[in-house]
């Protein structure tokens, strides 16, 4: 099975579960303080990533990988942006535009079932291109990102957040952990994670001016306890869509995330960037 139908179906059905375990928000949180919940911390790292694209009222902004729809719904209400959240989730994309219609965001906020890597948009349609969490799901991120260019007007914005290795992984370090790596893949989908160069690599190869680029890998980690103890505190309202078997693999794939990075093996990265304007 190909990397993004697999990543489909498991997508469409891992959804109504992911609310009980992360919130509205399917990402990391990024965490301020020691005070802080895990919804105010992926609110954070939906600001943070805003802080380095500063949307306006003027800007329509195409969301890839867009989950049910909330950083779209928070960026509409932030700045009063337009944005179109594309996924290849059909039942992500259902909810998120029930949801516009409940929040009445639905003449500013749309969602459309779509593959990031063959966008169904024109050349230069929107001013700012939001990338957030699903680039490692992707079969190809030079695509992805080639696509993300391709529909940015001239000088528009790009910004992206992942999860990210901080060096590549041996040969000998990917036989060591190949049990983790596929309860990893059960968890949160087929994936592939490179190091942030690689990302400002291919942001370089795509006539992308990389502005910022940086580790925030100390700053998320917590969210893996937070997943942890909503699995434990929500189990009655998570068991019918969430079988022992899968609660296992996720609490073990919580706690291999945790042994990569106290490795400093793995991390989080963002980058961010301005398309930029050749004349031949």
């Not at 949801?99 to 749309?110: P, R, V």
């Not at 019918?240 to 609660?247: A, M």
Request: with cysteine.
């Amino acid at each position: 099975m190909e990397k993004s139908t697999a990543n489909k179906n498991f997508y469409n059905s891992i959804n109504d579960a992911w609310l009980f375990i992360m919130g509205g928000n399917f990402h990391w949180g990024y965490f301020l303080s020691e005070s802080d919940s895990l919804d105010m911390a992926t609110n954070n790292l939906i600001n943070a990533m805003s802080n380095l694209v500063k949307p306006t009222v003027k800007d329509k902004i195409i969301d890839i990988g867009c989950g049910i729809g909330h950083p779209a719904f928070h960026l509409h209400a932030l700045f009063g942006s337009e944005v179109f959240g594309v996924s290849i989730s059909e039942n992500g994309i259902n909810e998120a535009n029930i949801l516009a219609e409940e929040k009445g965001f639905q003449d500013k906020t749309s969602f459309f079932v779509m593959d990031a890597m063959n966008l169904n948009f024109p050349d230069n349609a929107f001013d700012i291109a939001w990338i957030m969490e699903s680039s490692h799901l992707m079969p190809s991120k030079t695509i992805l990102v080639n696509e993300a260019v391709r529909v940015l007007k001239p000088q528009g914005r790009i910004v992206l957040c992942d999860l990210m290795l901080q060096r590549p992984l041996k040969a000998r370090e990917i036989l060591k952990y190949q049990e983790d790596l596929k309860k990893m893949e059960k968890s949160f989908g087929q994936a592939k994670l490179d190091t942030l160069q690689v990302y400002q690599n291919i942001f370089a190869e795509n006539n992308i001016q990389v502005n910022e680029s940086f580790y925030i890998s100390e700053s998320v980690i917590k969210t893996l306890d937070c997943w942890k103890n909503n699995i434990e505190n929500n189990w009655d309202k998570l068991s019918p869509y969430f079988s022992i078997n899968q609660k296992t693999d996720f609490l073990e794939t919580c706690d291999f995330l945790k042994y990569l990075y106290e490795s400093e093996i793995w991390g989080y990265g963002i980058i961010s960037g301005t398309k930029i304007l050749y004349y031949e």
